[in-house]
């Protein structure tokens, strides 16, 4: 499937958190991971990884502590673990990158995603009666590739999306987010991970 036939689009504004880091080549092209801070109206922080090609830096170079917007995707991949399962990562595609003053608004986090539910949504009501619907969207891109990526559904919006099975096709919208949790490994041990999903406000089911 062609990508301009897909949906997904993400837009930030924040602060760049952490210097760049070498991730990777491929063709020859260099890529960088860095964090960015994009504050909730809550005022909570959220710290989102991203992806960045050489080739963009060339002409819009970053700097730790500078403030600024990107557009892009949202990206997934698999990363084996040592006791060889596979853990999901989340990383953010930059494709363009803007220079903001210091007065602008920080906290913009735009998601928009078009795909397929592709696994069983779970339901759940918390100890304080919220209501909460997990779901996995696959989004097609490029080169007969997908990206699945962790949604996260409350309220009325809960009970909507409960219901949906997976081959489900929607659109959606929402911010990224990350969130803290413990995971006990087999030696007793507990670590402390990032999970990252995106928080939607608008669920659209299509034919």
Avoid at 29 to 54: A, H, I, Q
Avoid at 106 to 117: H, I, P, Q, R, S
Avoid at 136 to 153: E, H
Wanted: proline share 4%.
């Amino acid at each position: 499937m062609e990508e301009s036939k897909c949906t997904n689009s993400i837009y930030l504004m924040g602060e760049m958190l952490s210097p760049l880091k070498y991730s990777h080549t491929v063709y020859g092209e260099g890529f960088y991971n860095f964090e960015m801070g994009v504050s909730r109206l809550s005022g909570k922080m959220d710290v989102l990884p991203l992806t960045v090609s050489e080739r963009i830096l060339d002409f819009s170079p970053v700097y730790e502590g500078e403030v600024f917007s990107v557009t892009g995707q949202i990206r997934s991949y698999n990363k084996r673990n040592e006791d060889g399962s596979n853990r999901l990562l989340i990383t953010v595609f930059i494709k363009e990158i803007i220079k903001e003053p210091e007065t602008q608004q920080k906290n913009a986090n735009e998601v928009t995603l078009e795909g397929y539910v592709c696994k069983p949504t779970t339901y759940r009501v918390t100890p304080l009666g919220r209501e909460i619907t997990d779901m996995l969207l696959a989004v097609n891109r490029a080169f007969n590739k997908s990206d699945y990526i962790p949604c996260i559904v409350w309220g009325r919006n809960a009970k909507f999306a409960k219901k949906f099975v997976p081959g489900n096709k929607l659109a959606v919208c929402g911010r990224l987010q990350s969130r803290d949790y413990e995971k006990a490994l087999d030696s007793g041990d507990i670590i402390v991970r990032t999970a990252f999903e995106v928080s939607l406000n608008n669920i659209e089911q299509l034919k």
